[in-house]
């Protein structure tokens, strides 16, 4: 009977022993799992340019088997507990790797980066701005930042206008019509200048400069036509983001009454290369800029409204539609 007793004993032993040695490798292989559920939620996230809408706070994803087990993810914010409401509110991802009864959970604190400051208004400079003898427009108000000084005259505003340099002082409004007003802010930050085009280079369509016609005095001038993922002037191949890239090589290029619907890049302008006459610029991919100019760049335009006209004086360009079927303005 003793011997019987010891071996039950034993035995009990040995099975409580290897469920404990079989819990001991599920909590482990969970907390294996763990991790990857919220690297399989960071990754989610990084895939999906909308997904403060769609993983609302507090939706399980999941569970989805992985190695013998599952793992799930939620994704919540820690400031409000409002997704949608702030772009940059931090959230708190959680992960969870189940393996038979073995639960681990991870989390982790993630924060976004606001943009840099210069892209937060509609125009900022690094160095000295003169505006003179133009108009500026828009259907909102705008705001002009230089990091240095800021000089404004005969400028027709005609629209709400803040001009910002780092000191009031800086600022500077001479006969302009329209409502003005001057703040000081600090310096804005601005982008990467040596890495700033590299992104949008690889993206871009090539429009080589001889494709665009000159006048009299050697210029090429882009004019009267539309430059879209939908519509390219100036060579066979269109870009479905609307990313051009024009290298001058030295050559002065103007743009004059064009509607540009993208991103156009202008490398190595020569001097006097700028905007004249009416330009619509927009970008086509949202937060994409819709100019960057490698170089000296004149801005310059008048107060006329850009708009569709059969009698354009120009012999080789009688009429321009500016909204065509590529291209719709605002949708229509």
Not at 3 to 23: E, F, K, M
Not at 276 to 290: D, L
Request: net charge negative.
């Amino acid at each position: 009977m003793l011997v019987a007793v010891v071996a039950l004993a034993a035995l009990r032993t040995a099975q409580v022993s290897g469920r404990i040695v079989a819990q001991d490798s599920d909590t482990v292989a969970a907390e294996a799992l763990a991790q990857s559920a919220v690297e399989y939620g960071l990754s989610a996230i990084a895939a999906d340019l909308n997904w403060r809408t769609d993983y609302p706070a507090q939706m399980r994803v999941g569970p989805i088997s992985l190695g013998g087990g599952t793992i799930s993810f939620s994704i919540v914010d820690d400031v409000d507990g409002n997704l949608t409401n702030n772009d940059y509110d931090s959230v708190r991802i959680s992960g969870t790797g189940q393996v038979h009864d073995a639960v681990r959970i991870y989390s982790v604190h993630c924060t976004t980066h606001a943009a840099i400051t210069s892209l937060q208004i509609p125009a900022a400079f690094g160095k000295s701005v003169t505006l003179s003898g133009m108009a500026i427009g828009g259907p909102s108000p705008i705001v002009i930042s230089s990091n240095t000084n800021i000089s404004a005259s005969s400028v027709n505003f005609g629209v709400a206008a803040t001009l910002q340099s780092t000191s009031v002082a800086n600022v500077s409004i001479n006969g302009c019509s329209g409502a003005a007003t001057t703040i000081a802010t600090g310096t804005r930050q601005l982008p990467d200048p040596v890495h700033v085009f590299d992104y949008y280079q690889s993206q871009a369509t090539s429009i080589s400069i001889a494709n665009v016609p000159t006048d009299v005095n050697g210029i090429h001038i882009m004019q009267l036509g539309v430059l879209s993922p939908g519509s390219n002037p100036y060579g066979a191949t269109t870009n479905p983001q609307g990313i051009y890239v024009i290298n001058c090589s030295g050559a002065v290029l103007q743009i004059a009454n064009m509607r540009i619907v993208g991103t156009l890049i202008v490398l190595n302008p020569g001097a006097g290369s700028g905007t004249a006459q009416s330009n619509y610029m927009a970008p086509a991919t949202a937060n994409f800029p819709a100019l960057m100019v490698m170089g000296d760049w004149l801005l310059a335009s008048t107060a006329s409204n850009l708009t569709d006209n059969a009698n354009t004086g120009d012999a080789t360009t009688p009429a321009v539609n500016y909204n065509p079927p590529s291209t719709p303005y605002l949708g229509a």
